[in-house]
């Protein structure tokens, strides 16, 4: 429709217009209704009322004319004669007569003006027999009584008081036919004032109907109205409201159909050209994630600074590694080893990103992850990591099932398992690399001692090795046994690491007597009490035979046997002595 082509000013302003307009409409109507009205008030009060005024008091004026007579008979009855008082009571006779003809004038002509008037419907047949009536009657009066007022006024002057009573005795039935006939048409008139009032009563029941008939159909026009174009302004509101709440919700793929060419159409197109733009850049941002870590990304975004300064922060951070990579890879096609390295690296990563954890990198078989600020709590990142591990530890049994599918072998040519190492500690993040090329990494001791006790694992036949600092983090909320102490290169204070064996709660009976003669074994074997070091070993092993950590500790007893310990052994183990 034309008028949802036009701005939102032009439609608001078109609304009070047409409202204005059924406004001025009901307003005019009900002045000419109301109009009509005071002109039917205006005969009923004028005109009729006082015609029917007129009839009455031409009745009254009858009978002071009668009085008078009477009066005027007395005073020329007396002896001797008052002339003076003859002439005033005739002077007062005269007077009443004239009277009666003024008011039965002023009704005929009140009545011929009603007639007269178009502008009001009357009963003009009924009122013009009314007014023929009454020029008859006072004709047929002034008629017979102008010959008894001749006759009376001879019969007085000759003192003839018997011809006299007989000549008032007429006049007063005379003037008793002129009282009923002027009732009659008093009474006719008196109808006419009735039915001039119903009609204005009618008149004006049907002004407030009609006007009030007006008003709902000119409200319903104008809500009508008004709603056919705020629906045309509120539709696109509500849709880009609703795009508003699915680009929120990360859903760029909403469009919103542009029905107008106002101001709310061309914020309905800019939103369009802005998802469209937004779903570019969340490809551009899903592609770059299988890169870079999302939330590395995100970060990133919204502190650009760290990229560029770095910052010090504690972290801990995850070494993973897939012993028996090596020998695997050497009999696979290239294509062959792609397909397992990206379902290995599919399955490993689950557990990390499940727990909140940044993948760094991939290096050859082995991930780099991390935890730490501004992406969790520092005092969560421990556990978080040792969760990951231990789920990770835990999809070992299927992926050595799934490995001879993927590679379309029966068996695997070497058993392939988890080597992981995790360390906590204070590391520099930001952005490292050249002008060319540039890597958000993490880098300081806490990395290379993940690393190193991700390579100390094949030492001691273990999956999972943690740091002090990882062990203190976390506490009892895993089950954690202390495998040994450890000199890296480079550091010349030994510290100890740990084993991470399940989750809290989750030791068997025979994992429980394990840690429990592994540690006494450990502080004999540390103590140089190496035959009951050996026992305690020993019992480990009766415990969970094949455990990793008591035969590594057992082989160290029996070179220590063979050739004892340096002066100043401290029961550390050094990387040089791998």
């Known amino acids: 429709m034309p008028i949802f082509n036009q701005s939102i000013r ?59 007579l009477r ?52 009963d003009n047949a009924g009122l013009a027999r009314i007014e023929t009536r009454i020029e008859t009657a006072l004709t047929e009066l002034r008629q017979a009584m102008n010959e008894d007022h001749a006759k009376l006024l001879k019969q007085v002057d000759d003192k003839q008081m018997t011809e006299v009573r007989g000549t008032l005795e007429h006049l007063d039935t005379l003037r008793d036919q002129f009282n009923q006939r002027i009732d009659t048409i008093r009474a006719d008139m008196l109808k006419q004032v009735f039915a001039s009032t119903r009609t204005v009563i009618g008149r004006q029941h049907q002004a407030i109907v009609i006007s009030a008939i007006v008003t709902v159909l000119a409200a319903i026009v104008g809500f009508a109205f008004a709603l056919l174009v705020s629906s045309g302004i509120t539709r696109p509101v509500r849709l880009l409201l609703a795009g508003t709440r699915e680009v929120e919700a990360g859903r760029f793929d909403k469009t919103i159909t542009v029905s107008t060419q106002d101001e709310i159409g061309e914020l309905a197109a ?53 012993s028996g990579f090596t020998s695997m890879s050497e009999g696979m096609t290239p294509r062959g080893l792609v397909r397992v390295m990206n379902h290995y690296f599919t399955v490993m990563s689950g557990p990390i990103r499940g727990n909140r954890g940044i993948i760094d990198k991939y290096i050859g078989d082995a991930i780099m992850s991390y935890w730490g600020p501004p992406f969790i709590e520092e005092d969560e990142q421990a556990l978080l990591a040792g969760i ?3 789920e990770m530890v835990d999809q070992v049994p299927a992926l050595q099932k799934q490995l001879p599918d993927l590679l379309g072998i ?21 952005s490292i690399g050249s002008e060319l090329m540039m890597s958000f990494t993490v880098m300081g001791d806490a990395v290379n001692l993940a690393s190193r006790l991700e390579a100390v694992n094949k030492v001691y036949g273990t ?116």
């Not at 007597?513 to 070993?537: G, Q, V």
Request: charge should be neutral; glycine fraction near 6%.
């Open 410 to 430: 029966r068996a695997m040519p070497a058993p392939c398992d988890l080597r992981i190492g995790i360390a906590t500690g204070e590391v520099l993040t930001g």
């Open 71 to 122: 009066r005027m008979v007395m005073m020329k009855m007396q002896a001797p004669s008052e002339e003076e008082a003859y002439a005033a009571r005739l002077r007062e006779f005269e007077e009443a007569d004239r009277k009666i003809d003024d008011e039965a004038e002023a009704a005929r002509t009140l009545i011929n003006a009603i007639i007269d008037d178009s502008r009001t419907p009357s």
């Open 463 to 578: 999956r999972i090795l943690i740091s002090q600092a990882t062990a203190d983090a976390i506490g009892a909320r895993l089950e954690l046994r202390e495998v040994d102490r450890l000199a890296v290169a480079g550091q010349s204070a030994p510290q100890p690491i740990f084993e991470v064996m399940a989750r809290a709660g989750a030791l068997t009976g025979a994992q429980d007597s394990l840690r429990t003669h592994y540690a006494e074994a450990l502080a004999a074997y540390r103590a140089r009490r190496f035959d009951e070091a050996r026992a305690a070993f020993n019992a480990a092993l009766e415990a969970v035979p094949g455990d990793g950590p008591s035969r590594t500790m057992l082989g160290r007893i029996a070179q220590f046997e063979a050739k004892p310990p340096e002066e100043g052994w401290d029961g550390a183990w050094r990387q040089e002595q791998k």
């Open 10 to 68: 032009r439609k608001i302003v078109g609304i009070a217009l047409g409202l204005i307009v059924l406004m001025l409409v009901t307003s005019i109507l009900s002045m000419v209704m109301s109009s009509q009205v005071g002109i039917l008030l205006d005969e009923l009060t004028n005109r009729y009322i006082p015609a029917y005024g007129h009839l009455a008091r031409a009745n009254i004026r009858s009978l002071e004319r009668s009085v008078a």
């Open 388 to 390: 990951a591990a231990t």
């Open 270 to 322: 800019a939103f369009n050209r802005m998802t469209e733009q937004l779903r570019h850049n969340e490809r551009i941002r899903e592609t770059f994630g299988r890169y870079i870590d999302p939330k590395v990304v995100q970060g990133l975004i919204d502190r650009p600074e760290v990229a560029i300064d770095g910052e010090r922060r504690v972290m801990t951070i995850m070494f993973c590694d897939m």
